[in-house]
C-alpha cells in the first residue's frame, strides 16, 4: 500500500496501558497509527518510543471529554492524511472502586459516563462521515466483563463481589452503543464491536492482574483490521462472543 492509501488508526488513551499496546500492534502490522492522548507531551513521548522501533506513528491531543478536542483531533488527521480508517475508543478510567449503588454520588457516575461512554459516541458521531469518505471503517469499543448485565445479574459470577456500580454501568453504555451503532450501520462497509481485554496488568488493572497488555491488545487489534466479512454488533474476549 503506498503512503496515501496506507489505513490510518486513531487509538484514544493511547499513551500507556492497553491502548499503548494496541497502537504497537496496529503499527506492526503496517498500518499507520495516531495516538489520542489527554497529555499532549505524554503522548509525544510515548510516540518517540514507537518511532524508535521503526514504526509510523504520530500522537495528537485528544481528551474524549471534550468535543473540541476531538473535532480538532480528527480534521488535524483528515487535513494530514486524508482519511481515517480505524477508531479504538480504548481511553477509560474508574474512579469508584468498593463503592456500591447505593451509596454512589452521582458526580462519579456523570464523570465515569462523560469518559467512558459520551467519549467513545461523540468520537464515532466524529469519525463515522469522515470513515464513509472511503466507504471503510473498524471501530472497536474497548468495554468489560464487568459490563455485561448477563453477568450483572448473575448471583454465582466470579465478579459478584466486584462493586464501581458507576464503571460497570458506563460499560454497560458502551455495549448499547456498538450495539445500536452497527445496526445504523448496517450494509456499510464499517464494522463496530466490543472487546473486553480480560484482567489486564495496567495501572487501571493493577499489578494482580494475570493478563499482560500485549495479550489483551490482540482482540482488539483483531477487530480493527476485520475484513468485510467479519462481525459487527458484537461482544467479544480472546476471539470468543461474550454475552451482553
Ligand atoms: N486493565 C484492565 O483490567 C481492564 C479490564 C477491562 C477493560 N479495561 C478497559 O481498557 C481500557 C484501557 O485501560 P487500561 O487498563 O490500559 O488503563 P490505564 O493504564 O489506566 O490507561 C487509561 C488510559 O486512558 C486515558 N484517559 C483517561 N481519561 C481520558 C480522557 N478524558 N481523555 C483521553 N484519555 C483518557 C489515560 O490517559 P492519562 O495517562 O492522561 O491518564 C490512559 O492513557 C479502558 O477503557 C478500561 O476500562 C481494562
Sequence with gaps: ???????????TGANRGIGYEIARQLAKK??????????????AQSGMKLVDEGLDVRSIRVDVTDG??????????EDEFGRLDILVNNAGIMIDSGCDILDLPLAQLRNTLETNSFGPLLLSQICVPVMRKNDYGRIVN???ILGSLSDIANPD??????????????????NGITAL???????????????????VRTDLGGPQAPVAPEEAAKTPVWLATLDETGPSGGFFRGSQPLCW
Design 1 to 11: 500500500m503506498s503512503t496515501q492509501h496506507k489505513r490510518v488508526a486513531l487509538v
Design 30 to 43: 503496517g498500518l499507520r497509527v495516531i495516538i489520542g492522548s489527554r497529555d499532549a507531551e505524554k503522548g
Design 68 to 77: 473540541a478536542s476531538i473535532t480538532a483531533a480528527v480534521g488535524w488527521i
Design 142 to 144: 474497548i468495554a468489560s
Design 157 to 174: 459470577s466470579a465478579h459478584a463481589d466486584m462493586q464501581s456500580p458507576a464503571y460497570r454501568l458506563s460499560k454497560s453504555m458502551v
Design 181 to 199: 451503532l452497527a445496526r445504523e450501520l448496517q450494509g456499510e462497509n464499517i464494522l463496530v464491536n466490543s472487546v473486553c481485554p480480560g484482567w
